[in-house]
């Protein structure tokens, strides 16, 4: 069998980089060389069901060993990299025996991963961690899970004495901009659960999510050249900057809260003085919330109406997911599995929230619950992005486990 390690060092040297901007699905055609290799790979190993959707979506099953009527459950992981930073090129470091030391990139010198921003390297002394050289992020997110689920599935079938129930595996693309299940068949899959591969560190379950609207402020205005502007002039790009500039500073802000607390984020502006455009994300674990933060941006834009009545100022909503532990409570037996199989793989579990979201969220809300799992990711979207061998190994073991779990189950 391959390792897990050595599983995810190919994967990450293909570039998968997703593109919020476009319109396909997937919204980048490279994607589809990591389905493809993904699919083949699952025929190789032995997996039963192997498809390769027209969307990049890969799936498969781990026959039943059981005898009896074990409920399915599905893995779940995204083939995607986040848009935030170069996924081409990835050149890997393995940085045996770490010492625990801070790590210096040595693309990139001026990128360190400092211990002191990054507790878990204290508790990773000897290990096996790899990095990114400093000028690509690594894509443990979410390669990681890719290469976990993958290495637990080829384990379960040369290994058929472990008694399971049908195991499906689900390859997706597009997560990282909030398209990964758009295409998916849910009830194709046939399963009573699924678990997401999308985690940090490990032996934590992620149990609950924000939940997530997307804004667009758009501001029109009139534009004119500069030396005849007095009186006529409408400059967007001025009018959307006191947009931005009334959002509150103090709280609602990433870089004022932290645990349950909720934000707006402006995270892209773009325009000129005849058009303007701002791109906002609203987060809060209460989803009534989310109103809340949309009559705010509301608020201001009426006063900006008021200010500057020849501008043209919209505020357009749209729903992106839902919170987790909205819809868990349909499957009361997926958190319990969970907790069991990482007991069994000599872990003392934790749930824990999320300040984000994953493919689970959005599966969970269309009527397939599924938690989210560690697979040693840490540092996302990153050129500081790193994991570690004994993370991912960890990773697969819990799934091993899990299947056993699952497989007492009767359908």
């Known amino acids: 069998m391959e390792s897990v390690l050595d599983r995810f060092l190919r994967y990450v040297k293909v570039d998968t980089q997703s593109d919020e ?52 459950i599905a893995l779940i992981a995204h083939v995607d990299t986040s848009p935030e930073f170069s996924g081409k090129n990835v050149k890997p ?23 002191d921003e990054n507790a878990t390297l204290k508790t990773l002394l000897g290990a096996t961690i790899v990095t990114t050289d400093g000028t690509t992020l690594l894509g443990a997110d979410d390669k990681a899970g890719v290469a976990a689920i993958m290495s637990a599935a080829d384990w379960l079938v040369t290994h058929p004495e472990i008694p399971h129930g049908p195991v499906r595996l689900c390859f997706t693309c597009d997560e990282e ?29 992620d149990f609950e999510t924000f939940s997530a609207d997307g804004a667009t402020i758009t501001v029109e205005g009139i534009n004119t050249h500069p030396s005849e502007g007095k009186g006529r002039m409408v400059n967007s790009l001025r009018i959307l900057s ?24 402006p995270y892209v502006v773009e325009g000129g003085v005849a058009k303007a455009v701002a791109k906002l994300i609203l987060r809060d674990f209460d989803t009534a919330k989310l109103g809340e933060q949309a009559a705010l941006l509301e608020s201001i834009a009426a006063e900006l109406r008021t200010a500057h009545p020849k501008a043209t100022i919209t505020v357009d909503i749209r729903k992106q997911y839902r919170n987790l532990a909205d819809g868990l409570k349909s499957e009361p037996r997926a958190i319990p599995k969970a907790e069991q199989a990482m007991k069994a793989a000599g872990l003392d579990p934790k749930l824990s929230i999320i300040r984000g979201g994953t493919d689970g969220s959005i599966l969970t809300e269309r009527g397939l619950p599924t938690p989210n799992l560690s697979t040693g990711e840490h540092n996302p979207h990153s050129p500081l992005e790193w994991t570690s061998k004994e993370e991912l190994e960890t990773a697969v073991n819990v799934l091993i486990e899990l299947a056993r779990a699952w497989g007492t189950e009767k359908d």
């Open 177 to 205: 901009i909030g398209r990964g299940v758009d295409k998916l068949d849910i009830k194709g899959l046939n399963a009573v659960c699924g678990y997401t591969l999308d985690g940090e560190g490990r032996g934590m379950i």
């Open 93 to 115: 470091v393995l940085l045996e025996n770490y010492d625990g030391s801070d790590i210096v990139l040595p693309g990139d010198p001026s990128r360190v991963i400092r211990v």
């Open 21 to 72: 901007n476009s319109d396909s699905y997937p919204s980048t055609a490279k994607q589809l060389g990591l389905s493809r290799m993904l699919a083949d790979e699952c025929r190789d190993i032995g997996l039963a069901d192997v498809s390769l959707t027209e969307f990049g979506i890969v799936t498969a099953t781990v026959p039943a060993t059981v005898d009896h009527d074990a409920p399915a």
């Open 242 to 265: 006191q947009f931005i500039a009334r959002l509150p500073e103090d709280h609602l802000s990433p870089e004022t809260t932290d645990g349950r607390d909720g934000f707006i984020h």
